[in-house]
T-cell receptor, first 115, second 111 residues
Framework: AAGVIQSPRHLIKEKRETATLKCYPI?????VYWYQQGPGQDPQFLIS???????DKGSIPDRFSAQQFSDYHSELNMSSLELGDSALYFC??????????????FGEGSWLTVV | SQQGEEDPQALSIQEGENATMNCSYK?????LQWYRQNSGRGLVHLIL?????REKHSGRLRVTLDTSKKSSSLLITASRAADTASYFC???????????FGAGTRLFVKA
């Protein structure tokens, strides 16, 4: 079965540079989530999109932005990178339901290292 | 952690033993999900329990939910070395898409 696809899997950037992560949700899934997981930490919710509109916002820095496109893929843009942005970034997707209960499926993550 | 604490933070058991992990949360929820994560890998969905359910089973997994205490437990029976991973609970609330994770329990199953 098709899963959530993230690219790139590994990325090395220098401080103050910009990075873009891409996420392709499971086919027919209309909701995308972004999470950040630092070493030894739990995944921190950044932002989610439902039907191409931002639905919820978590601890996403102002330097980060994201959007969901017409084909439902999503991109997370990170600017003015800092050393503390080094983390594993997960994208996840789900099928939005009227009851609001969503089983969320995760990609393998994109490792960002800021040097 | 954005939501709550998992208990214990780390657990080491022998193969064949049962492992119980607990999760507490702070806000009202309409569902709670458990995930497994192998080191540096993606999170794998294990089981979802709705707020109006008290217990759910899936293979060797048993999840309970006590909304009055805002807590859940995950029991893995007859553990195997391959169960070694971090286990996270995550909660969602009505009408939202903001599933929040707890801090996770690191499980080590010794062969």
């Amino acid at each position: 079965a098709a899963g959530v696809i993230q690219s790139p899997r590994h990325l090395i950037k220098e401080k103050r540079e910009t990075a873009t992560l891409k996420c392709y949700p499971i086919p027919r899934h209309d909701t995308v989530y972004w999470y950040q997981q630092g070493p030894g930490q739990d995944p921190q919710f950044l932002i989610s999109f439902y039907e191409k509109m931002q639905s919820d916002k978590g601890s996403i820095p102002d330097r980060f932005s994201a959007q969901q496109f017409s084909d439902y893929h999503s991109e997370l843009n990170m600017s003015s990178l800092e050393l503390g942005d080094s983390a594993l970034y997960f994208c996840a997707s789900s099928l939005g339901t009227p009851t609001g209960i969503h089983t969320i499926y995760f990609g393998e993550g994109s490792w960002l290292t800021v040097v | 952690s954005q939501q709550g604490e998992e208990d214990p933070q780390a657990l080491s058991i022998q193969e064949g033993e049962n492992a119980t992990m607990n999760c507490s949360y702070k806000t009202s929820i309409n569902n709670l999900q458990w995930y497994r994560q192998n080191s540096g890998r993606g999170l794998v969905h294990l089981i979802l329990i709705r707020s109006n359910e008290r217990e759910k089973h899936s293979g060797r997994l048993r999840v309970t939910l006590d909304t009055s205490k805002k807590s859940s437990s995950l029991l893995i029976t007859a553990s195997r070395a391959a169960d070694t991973a971090s286990y996270f609970c995550a909660t969602g609330n009505t009408g939202g898409f903001k599933t929040i994770f707890g801090a996770g329990t690191r499980l080590f199953v010794k062969a």
